[in-house]
């Protein structure tokens, strides 16, 4: 498999594991449509790799991924085209978590949001450092929860919890994202990445056939889930996005301007 076309996800195979690693950190590792478009097609292309055993997602920088792009948010209020595409992809890129039966594990730093969120948040295993922090801000730019919240969250951490947060866009800590539910571990900062290699490299060592066969089986939760909440969550996040295009760019702009008094952050 050639992986030379990805440069977002920058991708490489070592030892039976894909490294998959979101390059953007000047800009937090937030994607515009390129960058997004990575997303719904590099775990097809690991799919089918029989060199892949087991995939390894991560990021460089100091956030794991805050998402889409400001600017391109902005632009698709505007481009029709843009916005079907953006739901196509979207939707790849949580059916195609769905149906590997690879095991994956992701190593997450620093704030997650968005879409990247959603693609780490889907691995089978997520570590996180102690200062990671992980929201669905969907609500907090006018748009409904639609990268697959609604569908994840709810199996997860439970209704309650996955309500009380979707419904607000506040911010998960790591360590009560672990009690939630929503991820795995959490250990030191600067120790996630070898935290999670480790578990990469003790799936290449197990009967592979019998580690398939058991995350098929336990993936079909996620399969119910997205027939029951995902791709009727994503149709009404692109409505949110065309009927309500001034409600979107206000809220962008007000986030803009927050991110102006931080300027110690990285920039979006």
Same mark, same amino acid.
């Given at each position: 498999?050639?992986?030379?076309?990805?440069?977002?996800?920058?991708?490489?195979?070592?030892?039976?594991?894909?490294?998959?690693?979101?390059?953007?950190?000047?800009?937090?590792?937030?994607?515009?449509?390129?960058?997004?478009?990575?997303?719904?097609?590099?775990?097809?292309?690991?799919?089918?790799?029989?060199?892949?055993?087991?995939?390894?997602?991560?990021?460089?920088?100091?956030?794991?991924?805050?998402?889409?792009?400001?600017?391109?948010?902005?632009?698709?209020?505007?481009?029709?085209?843009?916005?079907?595409?953006?739901?196509?992809?979207?939707?790849?890129?949580?059916?195609?978590?769905?149906?590997?039966?690879?095991?994956?594990?992701?190593?997450?730093?620093?704030?997650?949001?968005?879409?990247?969120?959603?693609?780490?948040?889907?691995?089978?295993?997520?570590?996180?450092?102690?200062?990671?922090?992980?929201?669905?801000?969907?609500?907090?730019?006018?748009?409904?929860?639609?990268?697959?919240?609604?569908?994840?969250?709810?199996? +997860?951490?439970?209704?309650?919890?996955?309500?009380?947060? !979707?419904?607000?866009?506040? *911010?998960?800590?790591?360590? @009560? $994202? #672990? =009690?939630?539910?929503?991820?795995?571990?959490?250990?030191?900062?600067?120790?996630?990445?070898?935290?999670?290699?480790?578990?990469?490299?003790?799936?290449?060592?197990?009967?592979?056939?019998?580690?398939?066969?058991?995350?098929?089986?336990?993936?079909?939760?996620?399969?119910?889930? +997205?027939?029951?909440?995902?791709?009727?969550?994503?149709? !009404?996040?692109?409505?949110? *996005?065309?009927?309500?295009? @001034? $409600? #979107? =760019?206000?809220?962008?702009?007000?986030?803009?301007?927050?991110?102006?008094?931080?300027?110690?952050?990285?920039?979006?």
């Amino acid at each position: 498999m050639d992986y030379s076309r990805y440069s977002f996800l920058r991708t490489e195979v070592r030892n039976h594991i894909a490294h998959i690693t979101l390059s953007r950190p000047e800009k937090a590792n937030s994607c515009r449509g390129p960058e997004h478009a990575e997303f719904a097609t590099i775990l097809r292309d690991v799919a089918v790799d029989d060199d892949v055993w087991a995939v390894l997602i991560s990021s460089t920088g100091r956030s794991f991924s805050v998402g889409a792009d400001y600017g391109w948010m902005e632009e698709l209020l505007s481009d029709h085209d843009a916005l079907i595409e953006l739901q196509k992809q979207a939707s790849e890129l949580v059916h195609a978590h769905i149906d590997l039966d690879k095991p994956v594990v992701c190593a997450m730093q620093g704030m997650a949001t968005g879409s990247g969120l959603m693609f780490g948040l889907l691995s089978d295993v997520v570590i996180a450092d102690r200062d990671a922090r992980i929201a669905d801000g969907h609500v907090t730019i006018a748009l409904a929860a639609g990268d697959g919240g609604a569908m994840y969250w709810p199996l +997860a951490a439970g209704l309650v919890r996955a309500k009380r947060h !979707l419904l607000t866009g506040d *911010f998960v800590t790591a360590e @009560d $994202a #672990v =009690r939630y539910g929503l991820i795995a571990e959490v250990v030191d900062n600067g120790q996630c990445l070898q935290r999670a290699t480790e578990y990469a490299e003790r799936w290449v060592a197990m009967p592979q056939l019998a580690l398939r066969y058991t995350k098929r089986a336990l993936n079909q939760w996620l399969r119910h889930g +997205a027939q029951v909440a995902f791709d009727y969550s994503l149709a !009404l996040e692109i409505q949110s *996005f065309a009927m309500t295009p @001034d $409600a #979107v =760019r206000d809220a962008v702009a007000q986030l803009r301007e927050q991110l102006k008094n931080r300027p110690q952050k990285e920039k979006v």
